[in-house]
């Protein structure tokens, strides 16, 4: 019913910009009132939250980038973006965007995700 595709990965080097998108298409009548969500998951490491925003345009974000990334949503355009300023090697991930039906960082809410895209910060 949902269908998320990430794109713009790549690989950066530190202090440089990255932005990610995620397009999604969907049967579901009611999407436009869903939470969107990006998570990451580092090598050896748990899937984390990093930032979300809800149907209303809500932003919240994990402590640790809260100042350097921005989510947005376009729900004409089906997309949601994260912005990622002066990014961090161990920003190095593989960047994931979900959806939930409410406003949530738990990951066991989300029941749709992408298949990712790495992000890569050199040193």
């Known amino acids: 019913q949902v269908h998320l595709v990430e794109s713009g990965g790549g690989l950066v080097q530190a202090g440089d910009t990255l932005k990610l998108s995620c397009k999604w298409s969907?049967?579901?009548?009611?999407?436009?009132?869903?939470?969107l969500a990006w998570f990451r998951q580092a090598a050896e490491k748990e899937r984390e939250f990093v930032a979300g925003?809800?149907?209303?345009?809500?932003?919240f974000y994990e402590e640790t980038v809260e100042d350097r990334f921005t989510i947005s949503r376009d729900n004409a355009e089906n997309t949601v973006s994260l912005r990622m300023n002066s990014l961090k090697p161990e920003d190095t991930a593989v960047y994931y965007c979900?959806?939930?039906?409410?406003?949530?960082?738990?990951?066991?809410?989300?029941?749709?995700w992408g298949q990712g895209t790495q992000v890569t910060v050199s040193s």
């Open positions: 979900a959806a939930a039906p409410y406003f949530t960082r738990s990951i066991r809410i989300y029941a749709h």
């Open positions: 925003i809800g149907g209303g345009g809500v932003a």
């Open positions: 969907t049967s579901l009548v009611t999407f436009s009132t869903y939470t």
